[in-house]
């Protein structure tokens, strides 16, 4: 049995559980990941103020996610491709997020679809939208995901062109026939091959079979590069608010501009969020954006953040800085790609313990009461010694 103690730990299983060209789709962030490096770093800028002899018996890690009171500030964030990590990838993180009863996103790119994760997982969860070149298909998902009972549509605006991972390219993600490589690395990892051979659930449960015409790997990547619509923009945002009847959040809001666009339109939360480090490399770290945003809208919206959080003391910063909730993303896809939904309930719990005793040994006894004055930082940069000639 794995002795799971840390985020880290549960990468570590599933680097060794996962194909290494799957595990790799995981780890990439785009082009020279220094977006990705940033979204980590940025999190040792700022230090916990240590403050003693408070009466920390009680504690409160609760907080109210669109108007939901939730046991934990934390959701999963849309990872596409999660029933490849682990068979059924998708209904094993949402049926761990209902045991925790934090908010599990569906991805557009899911492999279980929305169809099969609500009658198999049969707990509430929420859909992430891509929007596609193809409207009448795009419409055709909301719908799909009202049927099944998703309250909460978040669309994600920061991905109508892929960014470019160099891993994925290396190692010909998404290629058919696999090559050599690949089936190699499936035939060296028995574990994960045999789970995956006994679900039928292995391409994008979403868009396979729901659009006319496409059943086979090569012609759905070639579809998606050609659907995801580049020509979005705000007006489409608000026909899609129109349209939709339960709540929106909008993902990939990195800018005070926008994040006040997304006021003007009408959504009920915002998430700042580059994507993981996947999309503009050289954008800023999540969590210097968070600030900024947090100070622009106030109370207007909810403000959610992911990016680059792996403990509960990342995570305790980031609701300092005024988040309503953390969202985790390759944490989930670690706990899928390590044990499935023991894996994922495993890094909540984690993450649980280590917010609840970093806020004890703070001096602060509830998420709600947390704030900036919690923190003491940024860290002054390193002084830097050049010597001249
Ligand atoms: C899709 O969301 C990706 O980042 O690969």
């Known amino acids: 049995m794995d002795d799971w103690l840390t985020v880290e730990d549960l990468r570590k299983s599933a680097r060794q559980r996962v194909p290494g060209f799957l595990f790799d789709y995981i780890e990439s962030g785009s082009w020279a990941e220094t977006t990705l490096a940033a979204n980590r770093s940025a999190f040792t800028d700022w230090r916990l103020r240590q403050r003693v002899a408070v009466d920390v018996e009680t504690r409160d890690l609760s907080t109210f996610v669109l108007g939901q009171k939730r046991p934990l500030p934390f959701g999963l964030s849309p990872v596409g491709m999660l029933g490849l990590f682990h068979a059924d990838g998708e209904i094993a993180a949402a049926r761990a997020a209902a045991a925790f009863d934090i908010p599990f996103v569906l991805s557009t790119m899911s492999i279980c679809s929305i169809e099969d994760v609500a009658r198999i997982a049969a707990e509430p969860f929420w859909f992430q939208l891509y929007v596609m070149r193809d409207r009448n298909?795009?419409?055709?998902?909301?719908?799909?995901?009202?049927?099944?009972?998703?309250?909460?549509?978040?669309l994600t605006l920061d991905l109508?062109?892929?960014?470019?991972?160099h891993r994925d390219r290396r190692n010909r993600l998404g290629a058919s026939p696999m090559t050599p490589r690949q089936l190699f690395q499936v035939a060296t990892h028995p574990r994960w091959a045999l789970g995956m051979s006994r679900t039928p659930r292995r391409s994008f449960g979403n868009i396979v079979g729901h659009v006319a015409g496409l059943d086979a790997r090569a012609s759905l990547a070639e579809w998606t590069a050609r659907q995801f619509d580049p020509s979005l923009d705000w007006d489409d945002v608000r026909r899609l608010r129109d349209r939709w009847k339960g709540k929106l959040v909008l993902k990939g809001i990195l800018d005070v501009d926008d994040a006040e666009r997304a006021v003007a339109c009408g959504a009920e939360a915002l998430v700042v969020s580059n994507h993981g480090g996947r999309q503009?490399?050289?954008?800023?770290?999540?969590?210097?954006?968070?600030?900024?945003?947090?100070?622009?809208?106030?109370?207007?919206?909810?403000?959610?953040?992911?990016?680059?959080?792996?403990?509960?003391q990342d995570a305790v910063k980031a609701l300092c800085l005024g988040a309503r909730a953390v969202f985790l993303g390759r944490p989930m896809a670690y706990g899928v790609g390590a044990g499935g939904?023991?894996?994922?309930?495993?890094?909540?719990e984690i993450l649980r313990t280590e917010l609840d005793l970093s806020m004890a040994l703070m001096g602060q006894t509830s998420v709600a009461g947390l704030d900036r004055s919690a923190l003491l930082g940024p860290a002054a940069a390193p002084v830097r010694q050049y010597t001249v000639g």
Do not use: N, W, Y
């Open 137 to 154: 298909f795009t419409h055709g998902l909301m719908d799909r995901a009202a049927a099944c009972g998703c309250d909460t549509l978040v």
């Open 160 to 165: 109508q062109i892929m960014g470019q991972r």
């Open 280 to 312: 503009l490399d050289g954008a800023p770290s999540s969590l210097e954006a968070l600030q900024a945003i947090v100070a622009s809208v106030k109370d207007r919206l909810e403000v959610f953040f992911d990016g680059g959080v792996r403990s509960g």
């Open 341 to 348: 939904q023991s894996g994922v309930e495993r890094m909540i």
